[in-house]
């Protein structure tokens, strides 16, 4: 299957923020990394919802992590603009 590079991301980080912040062995970190490996859309759809399961604070806690490390991450916006160099640096 194809993963967009948005979404690859975005499991990375939530693998990332999840054994931080949960535990490595944490359904939802175990599910994250999961998706990461095999990209299934059964795994990805998994992973998805063992962050709804979270508890309402948890979730929030983690997902405000993982989207503030993806705001941040300049290479991974750059990388989705239309026409951006990938041959180099930008300026």
Same mark, same amino acid.
Request: hydrophobic letters at 40%; a negative charge; charged letters at 30%.
């Given at each position: 299957?194809? /993963?967009?590079?948005?979404? $690859?991301?975005?499991? %990375? +980080?939530?693998?990332?923020?999840?054994? +931080? %912040? $949960?535990?490595?062995?944490?359904?939802?970190? *175990? @599910?994250?990394?999961?998706?990461?490996?095999? %990209?299934?859309?059964? #795994? $990805?759809? @998994?992973? *998805?919802?063992?962050? #709804?399961? /979270?508890?309402?604070? @948890?979730?929030?806690?983690?997902?405000?992590?993982?989207?503030? %490390? /993806?705001?941040?991450?300049?290479?991974?916006?750059? #990388?989705? $603009?239309?026409?951006? *160099?990938? #041959?180099?640096?930008?300026?």
């Amino acid at each position: 299957m194809m /993963l967009d590079p948005t979404d $690859l991301a975005f499991f %990375r +980080e939530l693998a990332t923020v999840g054994a +931080e %912040r $949960l535990g490595a062995e944490h359904p939802c970190t *175990r @599910a994250a990394v999961r998706a990461c490996d095999t %990209r299934d859309p059964e #795994d $990805l759809r @998994a992973a *998805r919802r063992a962050v #709804d399961a /979270l508890e309402a604070t @948890a979730r929030d806690t983690v997902m405000r992590e993982v989207h503030h %490390r /993806l705001a941040g991450n300049l290479s991974a916006i750059w #990388d989705q $603009l239309p026409g951006a *160099r990938r #041959d180099g640096p930008a300026n």
